[in-house]
T-cell receptor, first 115, second 117 residues
C-alpha cells in the first residue's frame, strides 16, 4: 500500500550541527511530497514541498530533494538552532489513483537541539 | 493571513456525551482533511472531502463518528456517543487540489484537544 517511513527519533544534535532526517515512501504512481513541522502544543506547519522527481523544496534553511530512483525525500539543514527543536513529519499525496489528493503521513521524528 | 480555524480548542466531556468539532477551511481551498493525533497511534487520517463531497472515510469508526461539510465554509466532525478512548487532538487541514486532483498545498488548524472522562 501507500506509506511513508521516517527514521526513528529522537534525534539529538548540538547547535550548528548538520541535520538529516530520512524519509522514504511507497506509493502507486508519482506522489507529491511534503515536510511538516510541529512545535509543542501547535498544529502542523508546512515546511517545504516537491511535486515531481528531482524537485528541491527549501524553506528557512531546510531543504529536501525528491529522489524517484530511491523513493526518498530526506530533510537536511546545514546548521541547526535550538529553535528547530520540534517534531518533523514527512508526507505524500497521491496522484492519478482513486485516492488522488489523499495526504498520508509518516510517524514523525523528534529533533532535540542542545545549546 | 489565511488560516484554518478550529473550534473549540479544548473540550472536556463525559463519556456518552455528543461532541461536535468545527473547522473553517481557507477560502478558495477545495479539500478538507480530518486527522486524529495520539502518542500511541501518531497521525491518523479519519476522512477527507473534495468540493464538499466525502472521498474517503475509511479511517473513521462509523458507528460513532460522522463527518460532514454543510457548506464550503464549515466542516464538522461529530462523535456520538463519546468514549474515553476518543481522547486525542483532532486536526483539520485545508488543502488545494488542482488539475486531476493533485494536492498542491495543505495547511493545518491548531487542533481541538478532546478529553473524554
Amino acid at each position: 500500500g501507500n506509506s511513508v517511513t521516517q527514521m526513528e527519533g529522537p534525534v539529538t544534535l548540538s547547535e550548528e550541527a548538520f541535520l538529516t532526517i530520512n524519509c522514504t515512501y511507497t506509493a502507486t504512481g508519482y506522489p507529491s511530497l511534503f515536510w511538516y513541522v510541529q512545535y509543542p502544543g501547535e498544529g502542523l506547519q508546512l515546511l517545504l514541498k516537491a511535486t515531481k522527481a528531482d524537485d528541491k523544496g527549501s524553506n528557512k534553511g531546510f531543504e529536501a530533494t525528491y529522489r524517484k530512483e530511491t523513493t526518498s525525500f530526506h530533510l537536511e539543514k546545514g546548521s541547526v538552532q535550538v529553535s528547530d527543536s520540534a517534531v518533523y513529519f514527512c508526507a505524500l499525496s497521491l496522484h492519478g489513483s482513486s485516492n488522488t489528493g489523499k495526504l498520508i503521513f509518516g510517524q514523525g521524528t523528534t529533533l532535540q537541539v542542545k545549546p | 493571513d489565511a488560516r484554518v480555524t478550529q473550534t473549540p480548542r479544548d473540550k472536556v466531556t463525559e463519556m456518552g456525551q455528543e461532541v461536535t468539532m468545527r473547522c473553517q477551511p481557507i477560502l478558495g481551498h477545495n479539500t478538507v482533511f480530518w486527522y486524529r493525533q495520539t502518542m500511541m497511534q501518531g497521525l491518523e487520517l479519519l476522512a477527507y472531502f473534495r468540493n464538499r463531497a466525502p472521498l474517503d472515510d475509511s479511517g473513521m469508526p462509523k458507528d460513532r463518528f460522522s463527518a460532514e461539510m454543510p457548506d464550503a465554509t464549515l466542516a464538522t466532525l461529530k462523535i456520538q456517543p463519546s468514549e474515553p478512548r476518543d481522547s486525542a487532538v483532532y486536526f483539520c487541514a485545508s488543502g488545494l487540489a488542482q488539475g486531476a486532483g493533485v494536492l498542491t498545498e495543505a495547511f493545518f488548524g491548531q487542533g481541538t484537544r478532546l478529553t473524554v472522562v
